[in-house]
């Protein structure tokens, strides 16, 4: 998680504590309609606390 908010702009979307959220230095949003723009490169990883991406 370190590694991609080094690199990436991380958004968490539908968060009941957006504070909390934005207090761990992610990004939180309502929706992924409100997360993404139109024309972005995305990579939704559900249940992304508990993958490993390599």
Known sequence: MARALRDHDVFVT??????????????ARESVGAAVEPGSDVLVVPNALETLLI
Do not use: I, K, Q
């Open 14 to 27: 539908g968060s009941e504590h957006p504070e909390v959220v934005e207090d761990c230095l992610l990004n």
